[in-house]
């Protein structure tokens, strides 16, 4: 069902605690799992995708139950996983599908992943190549390449590996699989990518080696139950941050954000961009977090690329967006990544903020937005992706007239109480 939506130019204003981490309540579930003994969570993203996560390893015969947002895994390690019944869906979740294939890779036992209508688009090949040097048998659609996926878990060896592009979906891949590989396995990495899986390796007792993008794990080892607390997920304060910039007198503060320093370069940008902000960094364990204050502020146009796509990919819409109210001309560029979403972003965010009266064009890595310009309502699709979504729903706050949004429930994957939050803030 479409959602209609009109501002009258409100500014936001009131503090707020953002959903917790996707990558990181995905990770917490799975090292749990694979860990001895009870794990509690907290903090977790009771979102779409990482319930789909939670899914998967009950059909493997982990315990797990769920009390408000707190998280509780007993196990016996993954060694005393069953091999499922039935298939393991993945939903929407891109993670799940990629980190799962590393983890059953190395099982004694048969199964099957698969996801929704997406996921059977999104390429599975990257992660499977260097699984399949490492003795995996996965076989799928086009050799592996779409789902579904079957894995018959096997003997696994370790490998010196360089990934053709910094993805953390790859490493984590591989380094969940390396845990249960004969010897050690190396990874070398082009850029830095999100390095959640590391901290928690260490965090449930793994001793991992890491320098100067070269990562080194030995196989064999055995992870042991821990305490995570889950920081608020700075993909989904990105688009808060965005409003608040955009939103003539506003002032918003956003409580226990995760500031991982593979994950803040939405914050080196609209550093750039001339955004007024203040971070005050709490207390935490592993993962690092902060209290962030926006005010809204004139911003200009920026170059963005380079080494610092990585550590921003999933913010780029909101980028965009902002782009379209900054005085001058914004170019994002190296971005190839974004084809391969949930959509291809790049198109699918010239085609909707082109309907609002954008000046923006698309480029074979990325796209050029020339700001300022004055938005207008429109009706937006979002291809059931939950960041164009969001995109389309923040950018209802600078335009004049109403914007609809079709199918506005897909932001539930990653943000499931957006909305509320947002009418929270605009009171």
């Known amino acids: 069902m479409a959602l209609s939506l009109a501002y009258k130019k409100p500014s936001l204003t009131g503090t707020i605690q953002v959903p917790g981490d996707k990558s990181i309540s995905h990770r917490a579930i799975m090292f749990g799992s694979m860990a001895t003994g009870t794990t509690t969570v907290e903090g977790f993203l009771m979102g779409d995708d990482c319930l789909s996560t939670i899914s998967c390893f009950k059909k493997l015969g982990v315990d797990i139950t769920i009390t408000d947002d707190l998280v509780t895994i007993k196990s016996e390690g993954e060694d005393s996983w069953q091999e499922p019944s039935e298939v393991l869906d993945t939903g929407n979740s891109g993670t799940t599908t990629r980190l799962m294939l590393g983890l059953l890779a190395g099982t004694s036992f048969h199964s099957v992943l698969a ?188 170059e963005i690329g380079g080494d610092l796509i990585p550590r921003l990919i999933d913010e780029i819409p909101l980028i965009a967006l902002m782009a379209t109210q900054a005085e001058g001309t914004t170019v994002i560029k190296d971005a190839e990544e974004l084809r391969v979403k949930e959509t291809d972003r790049i198109a699918a965010v010239v085609t909707e903020l082109s309907k609002m009266g954008a000046n923006i064009e698309a480029t074979e890595d990325g796209m050029i937005i020339h700001g300022p310009t004055a938005l207008t309502g429109a009706e937006m699709t979002s291809y059931g992706d939950h960041r164009l979504g969001m995109m389309a729903a923040i950018g209802a706050l600078a335009a004049t007239g109403e914007v609809i949004i079709d199918d506005p429930d897909c932001i539930s994957i990653s943000y499931p109480n957006f909305f509320e939050q947002l009418n929270l803030l605009t009171k």
């Open 115 to 302: 996801g929704d209508e997406s996921i059977a688009k999104r390429p599975m090949k990257r992660i499977i190549n260097p699984l399949r040097e490492m003795g995996a048998d996965i076989r799928g659609r086009q050799d592996g390449q779409y789902t579904p996926l079957a894995v018959q878990g096997t003997n696994l060896k370790a490998i010196d590996y360089t990934l053709p592009v910094a993805s953390a979906q790859v490493k984590s891949a591989i380094l969940l699989a390396a845990l249960k590989a004969d010897g050690k396995t190396i990874i070398h990495e082009p850029i830095a990518s999100r390095d959640h899986t590391e901290i928690m390796l260490e965090h449930f007792g793994a001793t991992i080696a890491r320098e100067n993008h070269h990562i080194k794990l030995e196989g064999g080892q055995k992870l042991t139950a821990a305490h995570v607390k889950v920081p608020g997920d700075i993909s989904s304060a990105a688009f808060m941050i965005g409003a608040a910039l955009i939103t003539e007198g506003s002032t918003v503060t956003l409580k226990n954000v995760g500031i991982n320093p593979t994950r803040t370069g939405i914050l080196d940008v609209i550093e750039q961009m001339g955004a007024s902000f203040k971070l005050e960094e709490n207390d935490t364990l592993g993962e690092r977090s902060a209290d962030l204050t926006i005010y809204s502020s004139t911003l200009k146009g920026i």
